[in-house]
Nanobody, 116 residues
Framework: QVQLVESGGGQVQAGGALRLSCAAS??????????MGWYRQAPGKERELVAR??????TTYPDSVKGRFTLSWDNGKILYLQMNSLKPEDTAVYYC?????????WGQGTQVTVSS
């Protein structure tokens, strides 16, 4: 089971940018890898997908962030989420998630606040 720790959240004005990081305690890729990505949850709302990369090589973004957010990774142990042109509606707690052997591993989340 991999442990995940997010960082990089904070407060930014609308139109600004942030880069979130998610450090994994072990290798993400390899046998058993299913998917990895970022989700967010705003107050009073359900957790929603922000970006996801699956084992078939597909990267998915919802329309709400497409063209503004970019998922990337480094050496198989760190995930990044580059967020540009931020909007107040992007305000939420952001979580990284790695699915291995069909089970989801979540980080503790990092707060992103975008002011108008």
């Amino acid at each position: 089971q991999v442990q995940l720790v997010e960082s990089g959240g904070g407060q930014v004005q609308a139109g600004g940018a942030l880069r979130l990081s998610c450090a994994a305690s072990g290798r993400i890729f390899g046998f058993g890898f299913n998917a990895m990505g970022w989700y967010r949850q705003a107050p009073g709302k359900e957790r929603e997908l922000v970006a996801r990369f699956t084992s078939d090589g597909t990267t998915t973004y919802p329309d709400s962030v497409k063209g503004r957010f970019t998922l990337s990774w480094d050496n198989g142990k760190i995930l990044y989420l580059q967020m540009n042109s931020l909007k107040p509606e992007d305000t939420a707690v952001y979580y990284c998630c790695v699915r291995q052997y069909g089970s989801d591993n979540w980080g503790q989340g990092t707060q992103v606040t975008v002011s108008s």
